[in-house]
């Protein structure tokens, strides 16, 4: 029988802590190299080691994080399209084994994006006369970081070949401008006070949380396709990055 008032949200609120915590440290334990790594540079004693260290764990993360990060998208896809109850083991390790490949290659390209604008970034700082350079890259690291939020979100709801799974993403982060700034404002408050406040967010709810609202916000932008595309399906011409979203959903 269905728990009721006071008794029944204090229930409900613990399965929500239970379901975010444990598919966060499923997310933790798959990417300890990168946890490792992160931990490593944090403690390192100059920026030189620190970004060193940094690319380092940029080069491992397509091989470790990256794929588990795609199965925590792929838990937090079920609980906002309403599966709440969804078994946490099975669809997080199904979703890390079948989205393993396509996480994995791009991972590879966002790392090696990711690399080239932190190398800009230290080049352009380090000339008084250019400073104001290596803040553009600031932003669009940004900008790339929602890009990724936005693939894996695609990865693990779409029947799509990597390249139009990296295209489409990179074309909803720009063409959907107030999406974008809503997930890097939520992402960056999680991240500060996960980080600088209450650190044991880091390895329980960070992560869980972040892709839960991350794939909302996605979500919602491909509902309001389908919609446009309902309405629209009788014109004779059609947005290509409409079509490619509404013809590959994943069952």
């Not at 490593?40 to 588990?68: C, D, H, Q, R």
């Not at 695609?154 to 982060?173: E, W």
Request: charged residues 15%; contains cysteine.
């Amino acid at each position: 029988m269905e728990m009721r008032g006071m008794m029944g949200g204090f229930y409900k609120i613990s399965e929500w802590i239970m379901r975010l915590a444990v598919t966060n440290l499923l997310w933790v334990i798959c990417s300890l190299p990168v946890a490792f790594l992160l931990l490593t540079s944090l403690m390192s004693k100059n920026a030189g080691e620190v970004y060193s260290w940094l690319v380092l764990t940029l080069i491992v993360s397509p091989f470790t994080l990256f794929p588990a990060t795609s199965a925590m998208f792929a838990v937090a896809r079920k609980w906002v399209m309403g599966e709440v109850d969804a078994p946490l083991f099975k669809t997080f390790f199904r979703g890390y084994k079948q989205n393993y490949v396509q996480s994995m290659v791009g991972g590879i390209l966002y790392a090696l994006l990711f690399i080239i604008m932190v190398v800009d970034f230290r080049v352009y700082l380090a000339e008084p006369n250019l400073q104001l350079i290596s803040y553009i890259f600031i932003g669009l690291m940004i900008l790339l970081s929602i890009s990724l939020f936005n693939f894996f979100s695609m990865v693990v709801h779409y029947h799509m070949k990597t390249m139009q799974l990296l295209k489409n993403a990179v074309l909803i982060t720009i063409g959907r401008p107030l999406r974008s700034l809503s997930t890097a404002i939520v992402s960056g408050v999680i991240l500060y006070i996960s980080f600088y406040k209450f650190t044991f967010l880091i390895p329980f709810f960070m992560g869980s949380i972040i892709a839960y609202f991350s794939f909302w916000n996605f979500y919602m932008v491909y509902q309001k396709i389908q919609s446009q595309m309902e309405k629209d399906e009788a014109a004779a011409e059609e947005d290509p990055l409409d079509e490619d979203l509404t013809e590959s959903t994943k069952k």
